[in-house]
C-alpha cells in the first residue's frame, strides 16, 4: 500500500467523483494553489495510482442493457490450461468488460455487457469452444442498485 496524505485522499475523491474537475476547482476545495494540485496528481499518476481518466457511459443507452457476470471453469484446473492463451482470447471480445480470476472451483468470473439474450448465448457458446475451458456458468443481472467509484477511505 502506497501511503497518501489526507490533501491526496481529498484530491483523489474530487476525481473519482468528476474526472473533469478542473486544477483550479480542486486547489480550491483542498485548500492549496492550483500548481500545487497540478505536481499532487503528476505525483500520483507517476507513483501509479492514478492509471488513467475516461469516461462514464450509460450502458443502457447504447443499447447494451443486458449484464451478465460468467463463471469459467477450466479443464483440470488453472495448472493444466494455458491461462495466458485462454486470456487473450478472452480479451479480444468487446462485450467482456472485466475478468477476474478468482480462488474456488471457477477460474475465471468474467463480466459482459451485450444487447440480447442471442448475443449472450453467442459469447458464452464462443468462450465454451476455446480450448482448455471445461464449461461456464451464467448469471444475468436484472438491476444493479450500487454502482460506484473505489472507496479512498
Given amino acids: 500500500m502506497i501511503p497518501l496524505d489526507e490533501i491526496d485522499r481529498t484530491i483523489l475523491r474530487i476525481l473519482l467523483a468528476n474526472g473533469k474537475t478542473s486544477q483550479a476547482d480542486i486547489a480550491e476545495k483542498v485548500g492549496i494553489k492550483a500548481p500545487s494540485v497540478f505536481e499532487r496528481i503528476k505525483k500520483l499518476q507517476e507513483r501509479g495510482i492514478i492509471t488513467g481518466y475516461s469516461a462514464c457511459v450509460d450502458a443502457d443507452k447504447l443499447g447494451k442493457n443486458l449484464t451478465a457476470f460468467i463463471s469459467v471453469t477450466l479443464e483440470g484446473g488453472a495448472r493444466y490450461a494455458d491461462e495466458s492463451s485462454i486470456i487473450e482470447s478472452i480479451r479480444a ?33 464462443r468462450l465454451r469452444r476455446m480450448e482448455g475451458v471445461a464449461n461456464t456458468r451464467t448469471t444475468v443481472a436484472l438491476t444493479t442498485p450500487i454502482d460506484r467509484p473505489l472507496s479512498i477511505d
Fill in 93 to 125: 471480445e468487446n462485450s467482456i468488460e472485466e475478468c477476474h480470476i478468482v480462488a474456488g472451483e471457477e477460474s475465471f468470473i468474467i463480466k459482459a455487457r451485450v444487447s440480447t439474450p442471442l448475443e449472450l448465448q453467442e459469447l458464452t457458446t
